[in-house]
């Protein structure tokens, strides 16, 4: 299979993956809420605290991920090294906000995972541990596609609903830029030529179990 072949079949795949992760986000009782304006402060305040505790994992195991690639990756391994510099800091964004509506930061910084943000976790930092962990590029198609296309909309209607200020819905409205350059990077890096058929399932497969898990953890926020 040819090189423009292999990506242009791997991002068929990643869109219905994508497809079915926006089927099981609108079964999620909190952005259900969201949808319908019967969110409620408290819903808004469980979503940053149960969000901080996996973000600040973030940037650990990218990190992590840039580690393991080998002299052949340099490329794969200096973008993650940038990546990681780019998202170090992004959980105290939340943080702010977190406190611009009234939460307690010592409450939120000795939070603790819930299930879903544990097997979330669990899951990126046991990949980026494999030699040149090239399926970590399916985890970052969606977390950084929720970033660039779902946050900004999920804090304007937070806004609309709850009457929230700018300054209480700043590290969403921050990823859909942030967010929507990463994917861009993403898009160049599928189609440069380094991602052969074997990368392109490894990318697959992580992307679905990443899409999954996401999906989970914002369901426990309800139980």
Not at 38 to 61: A, H, K
Not at 97 to 108: K, P, R, T, W
Not at 160 to 188: C, I, K, P, S
Request: proline share 2%.
């Amino acid at each position: 299979m040819t090189t423009d072949t292999v990506a242009d079949t791997l991002f068929v795949r990643l869109t219905e993956v994508w497809a079915d992760l926006e089927e099981r986000l609108d079964t999620v009782p909190v952005l259900a809420r969201l949808a319908a304006g019967t969110v409620t402060l408290d819903d808004y305040r469980r979503l940053l605290f149960n969000l901080r505790q996996q973000v600040v994992d973030g940037s650990p195991w990218i990190s992590r991920a840039a580690s393991n690639f080998d002299t052949d990756h340099l490329d794969l391994r200096s973008a993650a090294i940038r990546h990681a510099e780019e998202e170090h800091r992004d959980h105290l964004m939340l943080e702010r906000d977190y406190v611009a509506i009234g939460g307690s930061l010592d409450e939120l910084r000795a939070g603790r995972k819930n299930l879903g943000s544990e097997a979330l976790s669990g899951y990126m930092f046991h990949y980026a541990d494999r030699p040149n962990p090239v399926g970590l590029l399916g985890a970052m198609f969606v977390i950084e596609g929720l970033g660039a296309k779902r946050a900004a909309g999920w804090a304007a209607r937070f806004q609309d609903v709850l009457g929230l200020a700018d300054n209480q819905v700043h590290f969403m409205r921050y990823h859909q830029e942030a967010d929507g350059a990463h994917t861009g990077d993403l898009e160049a890096i599928l189609t440069s030529g380094i991602v052969d058929d074997a990368a392109a399932d490894d990318i697959v497969r992580c992307a679905e179990v990443v899409a999954r898990l996401y999906v989970l953890q914002l369901e426990e926020l309800d139980r």
